[in-house]
């Protein structure tokens, strides 16, 4: 089939926004998504027996059962809890006073960023739990203090409730 295509990258959220855009570039924001239709619709040319079929064959494969959307079963219970390096993912870290120390690569990482990272892994895979200090200590696999995890978690999130109850959002 040869038939003149012009690729765009397109974002359809209607909450994003690229900053620092560099001018010129085929990306299409969802606020200029109205304005490029509209420009589309101009074009009078007549569609040929080509097109059709371009878009019969784009039709067919439309995937609406999209497998990538699906995550896998999984619990907390079952993943492994702990520190992995940033670099080379190995689990086998060391915590020396500030920093984790990566014993596969030599990798070294404040211990406040690697808590933070964790952070940010736990809240992807349980995106509906509340971030509590004892889990999030548990988490990392009980290499750092509860003090640091605390702080971490009150430098980076809103504190809500008190004693037990008390969770971070
Ligand atoms: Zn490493």
């Known amino acids: 089939m040869k038939i003149q ?25 969802p606020s200029l998504l109205n304005k490029h239709l509209r420009e589309l619709n101009k074009i009078s040319a007549p569609l040929h027996s080509e097109h059709k079929r371009l878009a019969r064959l784009i039709n067919d494969r439309h995937m609406s059962d999209n497998q990538l959307a699906k995550k896998p079963h999984y619990s907390y219970e079952e993943l492994r809890k702990g ?11 060391k915590v020396i006073e500030r920093s984790t120390h990566c014993l596969s690569c030599s990798f070294r990482e404040r ?55 008390r969770y971070y959002v």
């Open 5 to 29: 295509v012009m690729a765009y990258v397109i974002f359809i959220h209607p909450e994003f926004t690229l900053y620092q855009m560099p001018p010129n570039q085929n990306i299409l924001l």
């Open 83 to 93: 520190a992995t390096c940033l670099k080379c993912q190995s689990w086998h870290v």
């Open 111 to 165: 211990n406040g960023e690697v808590i933070l990272r964790k952070l940010g892994e736990y809240q992807v895979l349980f995106p509906d739990k509340e971030l509590k200090t004892d889990r999030i200590y548990e988490w990392c696999g009980k290499n750092y203090s509860k003090e640091s995890v605390r702080r971490v978690l009150s430098q980076n999130f809103e504190e809500k409730g008190t004693g037990k109850g």
